[in-house]
Antibody
Framework: QVQLVQSGTEVKKPGASVKVSCTAS????????VHWVRQAPGQRLEWMGW????????QSSQNFQGRVTITTDTSASTAYMELSSLRFEDTAIYYC???????????WGQGTMVTVSS | DIVMTQSPLSLPVTPGEPASISCRSG???????????LGWYLQKPGQSPQLLIY???NRASGVPDRFSGSGSGTDFTLKISRVEAEDVGVYYC????????FGQGTRLEIK
């Protein structure tokens, strides 16, 4: 079936970087955009950016001040989101989601918990 | 960023009764392509968000027909005709007209 499977829980220190993976199966990876969305404890969903898996084009939210890097490995049908210069407030669940091309974010990964702690 | 504002933030509902959630955007979500980029998502407890409605009023695959979406421009509504216990969770509206932003969420609970 169509699914996105994300990498596991991460614990990082302030100032470090974290890289989360999102592996697609059940569909043609390069035919869709993949978005990254995070949810801090008790907060609303926050969009981080997207990557067009077909051509590698990306766009990131300016709210992250250049700290977000989104990439793909098409040979592995995997998208990656790297967040640098981590702060305590980056503690959140990070989700990847497939863009169904005009019909919403129809498939979501299971989420990856990232905790920033000293 | 386009600001999305939902109301109410908490919605207690008796099973079998209807429910309605409002979402207002800070600017029109009507795109030059003629489509309005507004969707609704449900995040059940302990789960990832799931798509309910896209482009204002289109139900996603597998979504029961008791869910319906309506609206235009800057004002949108999600309606549940008869709430069931499995509908519990947080409902979010999302705009994708200009990057992506979400509403603050509406928590639906069963009375």
């Amino acid at each position: 079936q169509v699914q996105l499977v994300q990498s596991g829980t991460e614990v990082k220190k302030p100032g470090a970087s974290v890289k989360v993976s999102c592996t697609a199966s059940g569909y043609t990876f390069t035919s869709h955009v993949v978005h990254w969305v995070r949810q801090a404890p008790g907060q609303r969903l926050e969009w981080m950016g997207w990557v067009d898996a077909g051509n590698g084009n990306t766009q990131s939210s300016q709210n992250f001040q250049g700290r977000v890097t989104i990439t793909t490995d098409t040979s592995a049908s995997t998208a990656y989101m790297e967040l640098s210069s981590l702060r305590f407030e980056d503690t959140a669940i990070y989700y990847c989601a497939r863009d169904s091309n005009m019909a919403g974010l129809d498939i979501w990964g299971q989420g990856t918990m990232v905790t920033v702690s000293s | 960023d386009i600001v999305m504002t939902q109301s109410p933030l908490s919605l207690p509902v008796t099973p079998g009764e209807p429910a309605s959630i409002s979402c207002r955007s800070g600017q029109s979500l009507l795109n030059s392509n003629g489509y309005t980029h507004l969707g609704w998502y449900l995040q059940k407890p302990g789960q990832s968000p799931q798509l309910l409605i896209y482009l204002v009023s289109n139900r996603a695959s597998g979504v029961p027909d008791r869910f319906s979406g309506s609206g235009s421009g800057t004002d949108f509504t999600l309606k549940i005709s008869r709430v069931e216990a499995e509908d519990v969770g947080v409902y979010y509206c999302m705009q994708s007209q200009q990057s992506i932003t979400f509403g603050q969420g509406t928590r639906l609970e069963i009375k």
